[in-house]
């Protein structure tokens, strides 16, 4: 997103979470993060201060009410954060206030002037520019005039203003309320509002931003991943067909099909649709399409929903396509797991992840059918539209195959919702003629290049995929409009 205003604004240190905000927090004025219990406040604001001190330069001051400064570091050093060091280095500095509501007598007026003077000389000390109070509950425990307390919240985040920190204020949800006084949402510039919900057993935690005053940023609901390596957002309302294709083309893997298409091959960057029926090869095209990538020196990365890595292998070594050495070279990766281990949107973040991390040029999703045992054909409509928005931007070769049921049709279900997305789409049947089983192979469509028409018939073999010789292209059936 592109901010058209004026207001200063610093990196969240979350990925993803900057293009959501149109460009990161406000700088120099007070981000309220609430949420329930388990959904990563507390992570949020050690990821906030972290990277903006190791991207940015800019130290940080936390101020716990709950964790000690010792439990803080030993929890995060699970997502790689090693906060003891920055603390030697001057960078970052943890304070630890309890605050007991058994030990405390509320008599006459109180105040927030003794946390002020603290928090003061944190900041000085080591020239903070970000902070993080964690969690604001704790700290008005002990007060039970509701008008003093609305008072010292207002004073507290005017006060964090007029020193110019950026501070990240995280606070329980409430009843009826964002937060469990109902006032700090009211008067903080930015608020993002944090939830883990389970759904079909399902767990999948989202965020989306309540208000953010003064800038552009986006209204819907973003799933967000907890990982080793801290807090990342999927942005899914910036995918938009705006990206760039190209006019070169590159082999599926199995010469005998490149000839099927005008061209002798597919366009660079397009996305491949293989369906059938089980048994009808989804799988072995697939392994060509990922062989004929690592034969050009290109990065391939393999999702497996009902297969481990070693089956796959195995199996295809079974008809000569022999992918060890390029997964021993690192030029091939299978991430294998069961739909069910996350929800939708958690798959599509890993995606994303390892996208970023592999930086592959050929993406295979083997079968994006299992997905619907994750959520609703809907929901999987969604989310394949995203993913395959995602790959177009970034101009990956995309193939996915899908398993059809003897009672379907081509426009049915899962189908339905990649065919009219995909650019290539292979039919693939096994049909039982006289006794035997003969396998064929139809294009159904090829945007933006002739192809060939007419079914054609393969077997497999020990040495491959074999095409028959009677149903390919020759001189005289192409020339037929096939």
Same mark, same amino acid.
């Given at each position: ?70 439990? %803080? ?249 022999? +992918? ?8 091939? %990766? ?6 069910? +281990? ?44 995203? %993913? ?95």
């Amino acid at each position: 997103m592109q901010q058209p205003s004026g207001i200063a604004k610093i990196s969240t240190g979350i990925e993803g979470l900057d293009e959501v905000t149109g460009g990161g927090f406000p700088q120099g004025r007070p981000i309220l993060i609430c949420g329930s219990a388990g959904c990563g406040k507390t992570l949020f604001g050690i990821q906030f201060l972290v990277k903006g001190i190791l991207e940015n330069d800019e130290p940080g001051v936390f101020v716990s009410f709950e964790e000690t400064a010792t439990d %803080l570091t030993y929890n995060s050093a699970s997502l790689g954060f090693d906060l003891k060091k920055l603390t030697a280095e001057g960078k970052l500095r943890i304070d630890h206030i309890r605050v007991e509501r058994s030990e405390i007598e509320e008599t006459g007026e109180y105040d927030l002037e003794g946390l002020f003077i603290r928090l003061n000389y944190a900041i000085d000390a080591i020239g903070a520019k970000r902070v993080v109070l964690d969690t604001i509950e704790s700290l008005f425990s002990g007060m039970q005039n509701e008008g003093l307390l609305r008072s010292e919240i207002r004073r507290l985040f005017a006060w964090l203003k007029e020193k110019g920190v950026t501070t990240v204020i995280t606070g329980e949800r409430g009843t009826t309320t964002l937060t469990r006084q109902g006032l700090e949402e009211y008067v903080s510039d930015c608020v993002i509002l944090l939830d883990f919900r389970v759904v079909d057993q399902i767990a999948t935690r989202r965020l989306r931003i309540v208000k953010y005053r003064g800038s552009t940023h986006g209204t819907n609901e973003y799933p967000f991943l907890i990982d080793e390596n801290g807090i990342s957002v999927i942005p899914i309302t910036s995918l938009k067909l705006d990206y760039g294709t190209s006019s070169d083309v590159i082999s599926t893997g199995l010469p005998p099909l490149d000839t099927l298409f005008k061209k002798n091959g597919i366009y660079e960057g397009s996305s491949t649709l293989i369906t059938g029926t089980a048994g009808t090869a989804k799988t072995i095209l697939a392994g060509y399409f990922a062989l004929g990538s690592c034969l050009r020196n290109e990065r391939v990365l393999i999702f497996s929903f009902e297969e481990a890595p070693d089956q796959t292998i195995r199996n295809l070594l079974t008809i000569g396509v022999d +992918l060890r050495p390029f997964i021993k070279s690192k030029l091939l %990766l299978i991430h294998a797991s069961r739909p069910t +281990l996350h929800g939708l949107e958690m798959h599509l973040l890993v995606v994303n992840k390892l996208l970023k991390e592999f930086r592959p040029k050929t993406v295979i999703v083997d079968p994006i059918s299992s997905l619907v045992s994750a959520g609703s054909p809907i929901e999987v409509k969604a989310m394949l539209v995203r %993913l395959i928005d995602t790959l177009k931007i970034r101009r990956i070769n995309a193939l996915f195959t899908c398993l059809m049921n003897h009672t379907s049709s081509m426009g049915d279900g899962t189908i339905e919702a990649v065919s009219s997305l995909a650019d290539n789409w292979l039919y693939l049947q096994n049909d039982l003629t006289s006794g035997k089983r003969q396998r064929s192979l139809l294009i159904v469509k090829a945007r933006g290049m002739e192809h060939y028409n007419d079914w054609v018939n393969f077997t497999i073999s020990p040495t491959g995929v074999r095409f028959a010789a009677s149903s390919t292209p020759t001189i005289s059936n192409t020339t037929n409009g096939k």
